[in-house]
């Protein structure tokens, strides 16, 4: 078992003197010798017991490492620039490297140095935001410290900016000059007090991704780009269920290719959590090149046996979970009971319901599942596209039974992420093939095999019933969520399954007096797991839908009827912790409402005009769509987005986040869906699961985002969940056609 990872400030921020005369103020690896797992930029002479965060030559030049996976999320430029503004360093002459996984041996149990190595979680910035301004304080006051020695002015009499420590009469040090005398000064017994926000330089301040260039001409390694020794290419055939088995195999003509070295059986671990053990059953073809093992894997001769899941389909599971809907059944779960929500509705004026459908989705990143794997005698080293770095270790761990220490693990630039790679089943193929060979191996899934063999969203269907009182308030919620939860099998308790469906806190709870929320789970051994703002994406498109429902029924402006919804500006206490802030959501939905023109036009316009609005811990988001309809083509006209993230570290940033997981929400509400028949996904390639092409999505994706002075909440997919219910809104208003369920295409077209 491994412990969370937790941070002690003291403990990690240490002083270090690098090569020629440099400043590193990090992590002390004296425990790791030669395998420090830290890129080489960050280690002194010798090469061996330094660390990393902050390296500052004699030239000047600063380095800083990016200690979270880069999923698309921003964070390798936005985590340094936190550092970088503490440290008041000059942005053009810092550069950001990605630190992987920092692990020591910490008594018998992993230590991990650099604490949160989580990425595309929306989790990066707030766990960064008193850690790293930290390490760039202290290398501050240190660079500080040595130029008060030099100048003979007391420290606080200089000050810093952009690489330069200047004094009261003009004098300038630059960072180069201080680096080396600085690495001898004494860190204070007290953690120097971090800047005031009036004194930000860099936070708040517009900066392109550290890495858009090296993107866009080619130049960014990806995993396949990196070399572990002379690695072998390792293709798979997966079992078409998971639960399934091999029944026969002949492996002589895949053996007979030129360069194919061996085929390989693979079967998951027993007792191991999904995403942690091989996928399901599998054959591994090994060759010399990728072209090799294609052939090798078309001509293998293989028989599988279906397990329990052979029998499923989504269309069977629907409607059973229409079936647990109806209000007869006892739920799995009550969430949530506010109030009476019976009584009310024995008082009620009228009463509206509806349900929402939504489908199986498969993530299909950019990069397709792969790992390169060596596993020798006394160590393993990795290069591993994944969102949890900490994770994959305990994989690997388990497999190998190394020692913290024994095991490195890099993480390059992720090409996608969503909630895929928070499982390692991918990492523990590798690792068991490279055992296996005796050999470092290079693995690597096939677009349909990473279709077919996906940890899917469950599917969910909701049943809101509202009542609404003679003023036309909503006095009363009832919701009714059924599911197959996607956190069966992961060592979640079975009070807890709902958590990875359903939210306590999510609107309208606290803000009508009479609510409740129920989860009925679906009994399922399809293959599940996380997927990119799971449970809101799904509950803000019935929610969102449902509320635009109510206002025409009641003839109502729908902006009207959300805000009279939230109320007066107020702090309503979440269950789950914190308070909705309904003055914030408020301020977001009345600015896309006021930039799309939503006054003139909702009614007026020959378009049609959508509004949803959510909030996703302490963080809030709007959108405004605007919709065309001639004959059966529906475009999207305008997309806008405001958001309340609190304090933003990289506004351009942050606007490249909403602008992608708007578009992002938009194109799988459009068009994507799997669904299983006898237990197999019936989709394989982009051309069954096909992602929305630029007709289908508006030009350009208005952003507002709202200046804020509290501290930064994450925003990876907080424009995920309001993009969808604001478009279904907008095709009702321009079709009268209202889809309840995904995806929104083929529905819109079945009906009108």
């Not at 506010?338 to 024995?346: F, I, L, R, T, Y």
Request: charged share 20%; net charge neutral.
């Amino acid at each position: 078992m491994t412990r969370p990872p937790q941070l002690a400030r003291r403990r990690f921020l240490k002083v270090l003197a690098g090569a020629a005369g440099a400043l590193i103020v990090g992590v002390p690896l004296t425990a790791l010798a030669d395998n420090a797992p830290v890129p080489l930029d960050f280690l002194g002479d010798p090469l061996y017991g330094l660390g990393a965060y902050v390296r500052i030559d004699a030239d000047g030049s600063v380095l800083i490492g990016a200690r979270d996976p880069d999923t698309g999320t921003g964070v390798a430029t936005s985590l340094p620039r936190i550092i970088a503004d503490e440290l008041d360093a000059d942005w053009s002459r810092v550069s950001v490297v990605p630190l992987g996984l920092g692990v020591v041996n910490g008594q018998g149990e992993p230590d991990w140095i650099y604490g949160h190595q989580l990425g595309g979680t929306g989790t990066s910035i707030p766990a960064a935001w008193s850690d790293l301004r930290q390490a760039g304080a202290l290398a501050r006051w240190l660079l500080l410290q040595a130029a008060a020695q030099q100048l003979g002015v007391p420290a606080d009499g200089l000050r810093c900016t952009k690489g330069q420590v200047i004094a009261p009469d003009g004098r300038r040090l630059g960072y180069g000059e201080l680096a080396a005398a600085a690495s001898k000064i004494a860190p204070p017994k007290t953690s120097p007090a971090p800047k005031t926000p009036d004194q930000y330089t860099l936070i708040g301040q517009p900066a392109g991704d550290v890495d858009a260039r090296g993107i866009v001409t080619g130049q960014t390694p990806y995993t396949l780009d990196h070399h572990v020794g002379d690695a072998l290419v390792a293709i798979l055939v997966h079992c078409p269920w998971r639960d399934g088995q091999l029944k026969s195999i002949d492996t002589t003509g895949a053996l007979a290719v030129q360069g194919v070295q061996a085929v390989l059986q693979l079967k998951p671990e027993a007792g191991i959590p999904p995403g942690q053990t091989v996928y399901a059953p599998a054959v591994a073809v090994v060759a010399d090149s990728t072209w090799a093992a294609l052939q090798g894997r078309a001509r293998l001769k293989i028989d599988w046996q279906p397990g329990p899941s052979g029998s499923e389909s989504s269309a069977a599971l629907e409607q059973q979970a229409t079936t647990l809907l109806d209000g007869k059944t006892p739920p799995t779960v009550r969430v949530r009971d506010d109030g009476d929500v019976d009584k009310a509705g024995k008082h009620a004026a009228r009463r509206f319901e509806a349900t929402y459908y939504q489908p199986w989705l498969a993530h299909a990143t950019a990069e397709t599942m792969c790992c390169l794997a060596r596993v020798d005698k006394d160590k393993a080293e990795l290069v591993v596209p994944t969102q949890a770095p900490q994770r994959a270790w305990s994989v690997v761990q388990r497999l190998t039974g190394f020692k913290p220490a024994q095991i490195q693990i890099r993480v390059p630039r992720v090409g996608g992420g969503y909630g895929r790679r928070l499982d390692h089943d991918y990492v523990a193929e590798a690792v068991t093939i490279a055992k296996a060979v005796g050999h470092p191996v290079r693995l690597l899934w096939t677009r349909d095999e990473d279709i077919t063999h996906d940890w899917y969203r469950p599917a969910a269907a909701h049943h809101i019933s509202a009542i609404i009182d003679h003023r036309r308030h909503v006095i009363g919620w009832d919701q009714r969520v059924a599911s197959a939860s996607a956190l069966v099998g992961r060592g979640v308790p079975d009070n807890q399954l709902w958590t990875s469906e359903l939210q306590a806190d999510q609107m309208p709870a606290g803000l009508v007096p009479n609510y409740r929320s129920d989860w009925y789970g679906l009994a399922s051994a399809l293959p599940r797991g996380p997927y990119r703002a799971m449970p809101h994406l799904t509950n803000a498109f019935a929610v969102e839908c449902f509320i635009d429902e109510l206002a025409h029924q009641l003839r109502e402006n729908p902006l009207d009827t959300k805000l009279r919804l939230l109320g007066k500006p107020r702090l309503v206490p979440l269950q789950g912790g914190g308070t909705l802030d309904t003055g914030r959501l408020v301020n977001v939905l009345q600015l896309v409402a006021e930039r799309i023109g939503w006054k003139q036009n909702w009614l007026h316009s020959v378009n049609g005009f959508g509004i949803a609005c959510w909030h996703i811990d302490g963080a809030y988001v709007a959108h405004a769509i605007e919709t065309s309809l001639q004959g059966n083509t529906l475009g999207i006209v305008r997309a806008v987005c405001a958001v309340d993230v609190g304090r933003v570290i990289n506004p351009t940033g942050l606007t490249g986040q909403v602008a992608g997981a708007t578009l992002d929400a938009l194109g799988t509400a459009l068009n994507l869906a799997i669904t299983f028949k006898d237990g197999r996904p019936q989709q394989r390639s982009w051309k069954d699961y096909p992602l929305a092409s630029m007709a289908q999505l508006p030009d350009d994706v208005e952003v507002i985002v709202v200046p804020g002075q509290r501290d930064p909440n994450g925003a990876s997919f907080l424009a995920m969940p309001s993009a969808a219910p604001a478009l279904a809104n907008a095709v009702f208003r321009v079709s009268a056609v209202r889809v309840r369920r995904l995806p929104l295409m083929k529905e819109l077209l079945r009906l009108l």
